[in-house]
């Protein structure tokens, strides 16, 4: 992992901090997969946008960067081809709450960095299987040695509704529920050193706590835009607790460049507040 890390101060600057080793007070971890390795750094390539490609929305009034968000099962394949094509930063899911590691999450981050792409990586928190405070050392494992360079966000997409077994949270009352997704997001700030961005939307449990407002929002919403690319114009529907969003995940099936069909997102902002918000 020396040559990741040597990579990343190259490309950012900055030290890259040891993994510290945190347990709760009377707690005895559960064992964690490992993280994948990277294998050896391929070379950085330069990009040329093809012709024909416009540049990130802009306006007077602001801009806004796009970008995808992927995992092992739509990861991107040509990264040089994803560059190329107004693509400005990329997310991807790095661990599960039900004790995974994603396979393509390590390499995604790679493939990000070395074309010079800013990187979010997220954990998908879920009730069950590892408690919060061990779902957040399961995420620090598989990518601590980032932590300064990348930023970190949690999914958060469960609720009490009847029949969404997806995102049911183990039949507990919205107190508990927001309490145990607390606990993680916390305990995940203290292993990174950094604040969490939140992922969700406006119907799911959590946001209806004012605790996580004081966070950025990567918000999902489908329906404002019709899942077309938004402008500089267009708002999302926003959680209860939340004034204002960064990241908008506006489309779970835009076909992309060097990718096929993904999730894709703005972010509000030019380049230089993309790099604040990777490097908060």
């Not at 099962?73 to 590691?101: E, M």
């Not at 932590?147 to 509704?161: L, M, R």
């Not at 939140?198 to 605790?211: C, E, H, V």
């Not at 779970?252 to 507040?273: L, Y």
Request: proline content about 8%; overall charge neutral.
């Amino acid at each position: 992992m020396s040559w990741l890390i040597n990579l990343f101060k190259a490309i950012f600057g900055g030290k890259a901090e040891a993994p510290k080793q945190v347990a709760a007070p009377g707690e005895s971890p559960k064992p964690v997969p490992a993280a994948p390795s990277l294998g050896a750094p391929p070379k950085p390539v330069e990009t040329v946008p093809p012709s024909g490609v416009t540049s990130p929305t802009q306006s007077g009034s602001g801009s806004l960067l796009k970008g995808g968000d992927f995992s092992h099962y739509d990861p991107v394949t040509d990264w040089k081809l994803y560059a190329a094509t107004g693509h400005a930063f990329a997310a991807a899911k790095i661990s599960d709450g039900a004790g995974s590691i994603d396979s393509k999450g390590a390499s995604q981050c790679a493939g990000s960095l070395q074309m010079g792409l800013p990187f979010v990586g997220y954990h998908f928190f879920r009730f069950g299987g590892l408690t919060p405070v061990e779902q957040a050392k399961l995420f620090y494992k598989a990518f601590g040695p980032l932590q300064k360079v990348c930023a970190i966000a949690a999914d958060s997409e469960w609720d009490n509704v009847s029949g969404i077994s997806r995102y049911a949270n183990g039949g507990q009352t919205d107190a508990a529920g927001n309490n145990a997704f607390m606990t993680f997001v916390e305990e995940a700030e203290q292993l990174f050193g950094m604040g969490m961005i939140i992922y969700t939307g406006k119907s799911f449990m959590p946001m209806k706590d004012a605790r996580f407002s004081s966070r950025k929002l990567w918000v999902f919403d489908w329906h404002t835009t019709g899942k077309n690319t938004p402008t500089v114009h267009d708002k999302p529907i926003l959680p209860p607790s939340w004034g204002t969003w960064d990241l908008w995940q506006y489309s779970d099936s835009e076909q992309t460049s060097g990718a096929g069909r993904v999730d894709m997102n703005v972010f509000r902002g030019d380049a230089t507040a993309l790099a604040k918000l990777v490097r908060q």
